[in-house]
C-alpha cells in the first residue's frame, strides 16, 4: 500500500494523522500526545492538529471522562474549592448570568466530575479534582498533498492567518514528498514561519521547520483583506485576541481533540455497506472500497452511493462471526483505536431549580 495514498485529500489527510499519532514529534524525543482533524476555530479549521500533553495533567483530565468540557464547565472545575462552600462564594462571577452556572454545576455533578449539595437553600459545591493545565503545546497542519503555485497561493493568507493569531504553537504544511526538493519558489510563498514536510515512501521528512509562536501574547486574527491593487481601497478586518481568550481557544480546541479523536469519519460514513473495507498502510488501518478499489470519502460513502450494498443480514445478527457482521467489527477496530488517546501511555505509541440561589 503505498504511502502516502494519492487517492484523494481526505486519504491523504487520514495518512498524516495516523503518522502524527505514531510518530509525533517529527525529530527530538517522543512526546506524549493525541490526534484530532477538522477542528479550528471562528470560521478556520486546521486539517491534522496535535496536542502535546502533560502526562500526569493529562491523567487528572482523564478522570473527568471522555466527554469535553466546555468552556463554562471548566470555569467551574477550574475554581470548584476543596472544602463544601456555597458557589456564588467559591467560584469568581463568571461575566454571565448566575443561572448558567447552576445549569454547569448541575452538569458536571451529573458527569461526576464535581460534587454539590443543597443546604439552607444554598447550592454548595466541593472539588473532586481541580481542572489541570494539561495541554503543553498545539501543533497545526495544513495538508496539501498536491502543493503547487496556486495551491500556494490560496494557502498563503490562511497561513498567514494562523501565524497572527498565535493560537497553535506551531504550524506546519505537509505534502506530498517527490524526488526533487519542494519548489523553492513555493517555499517563498509560505510564511517563513511555518514549517514544511513532506509524506513520501520512505515515511516523513522534515523541509523546513517552523517558528515557536507566541501563544502567552494577545494575538490578531484576520477576518478579512483587501484583495490589494490600486482600486481596491478597502480596509482590512482584524480582531485583537487578548491572551485570555487565545487560552479559552485553545482548551476549546483541545477538548474537542480529546472528545473526537480523528477517527469519527467512520460516523458519518457507511461501514454497514459489503464493500466496506479497513486495509492496514504505512501507519495503521484506513477506510477502503472495494467497488472503488481506493479509500472512499465520507461524501461518496453515503447511503445514496450508487454502489451502497447492505451487509446480508445474517451478517448484522447473533454475533456473526464474532460479534456482529463487517460492519460492526469496522466500528469496533476503530473504536479500540480511537479509545487509546485516552490513556496517554498508549499514545507514546436548562434552567433548573430557579428556587435556587
Ligand atoms: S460502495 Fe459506496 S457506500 Fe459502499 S463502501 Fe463504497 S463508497 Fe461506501
Redesign the pocket.
Known amino acids: 500500500m503505498s504511502f502516502p495514498p494519492g487517492d484523494s485529500e481526505f486519504a491523504f489527510e487520514l495518512a498524516s494523522c495516523a503518522w502524527a499519532e505514531q510518530e509525533w514529534p517529527p525529530t527530538g524525543e517522543p512526546t506524549p500526545a493525541i490526534v484530532a482533524r477538522q477542528l479550528g476555530w471562528q470560521q478556520r479549521r486546521w486539517d491534522t492538529i496535535v496536542i502535546e500533553v502533560d502526562p500526569g495533567a493529562f491523567e487528572t483530565r482523564a478522570a473527568f471522562g471522555p466527554e469535553r468540557l466546555n468552556s463554562d464547565l471548566r470555569h467551574v472545575l477550574q475554581h470548584a474549592p476543596e472544602s463544601w462552600t456555597y458557589y456564588r462564594e467559591a467560584l469568581p462571577h463568571p461575566g454571565y448570568p448566575w443561572r448558567y452556572v447552576r445549569e454547569s454545576i448541575h452538569e458536571a455533578t451529573a458527569r461526576d466530575a464535581l460534587e454539590s449539595r443543597k443546604r439552607g437553600g444554598q447550592i454548595e459545591i466541593r472539588r473532586v479534582e481541580k481542572y489541570p493545565d494539561w495541554v503543553d503545546r498545539i501543533i497545526a497542519i495544513e495538508n496539501k498533498p498536491d502543493l503547487d503555485a496556486s495551491a500556494a497561493r490560496r494557502l498563503t493568507d490562511q497561513l498567514e492567518r494562523d501565524v497572527a493569531a498565535g493560537i497553535a504553537d506551531e504550524v506546519w504544511l505537509a505534502t506530498t514528498g517527490t524526488d526533487s526538493r519542494v519548489e523553492p519558489a513555493l517555499l517563498e510563498r509560505i510564511p517563513s514561519e511555518v514549517g514544511i514536510l513532506t509524506l513520501g515512501p520512505e515515511g516523513v521528512d522534515v523541509r523546513w521547520r517552523p517558528r515557536t509562536l507566541d501563544t502567552e501574547q494577545a494575538g490578531i486574527d484576520i477576518l478579512d483583506r483587501s484583495e490589494g491593487g490600486s482600486h481596491d481601497q478597502s480596509a482590512a478586518q482584524f480582531e485583537v485576541l487578548s491572551r485570555a481568550a487565545k487560552s479559552e481557544k485553545r482548551y476549546d480546541i483541545a477538548e474537542r481533540a480529546y472528545e473526537r479523536g480523528w477517527r469519527h469519519y467512520v460516523e458519518s460514513?457507511?461501514p454497514d455497506?459489503a464493500?466496506?473495507d479497513l486495509t492496514v498502510g504505512r501507519y495503521g488501518y484506513r477506510p477502503t472500497?472495494t467497488?472503488?478499489d481506493r479509500t472512499?470519502t465520507p461524501r461518496?460513502?453515503?447511503g445514496s452511493?450508487p454502489?451502497?450494498?447492505p451487509e446480508p443480514p445474517q451478517h448484522r445478527q447473533g454475533g456473526w462471526p464474532i460479534e456482529g457482521g463487517p460492519g460492526q467489527t469496522v466500528k469496533r477496530i476503530l473504536r479500540e483505536r480511537s479509545a487509546r488517546r485516552h490513556s496517554v501511555s498508549s499514545t507514546v505509541t436548562s434552567d433548573r431549580g430557579t428556587a435556587s440561589r
Open positions: 460514513m457507511r455497506c464493500h466496506f472500497c467497488a472503488f472512499q461518496e460513502c453515503r452511493c454502489h451502497f450494498q
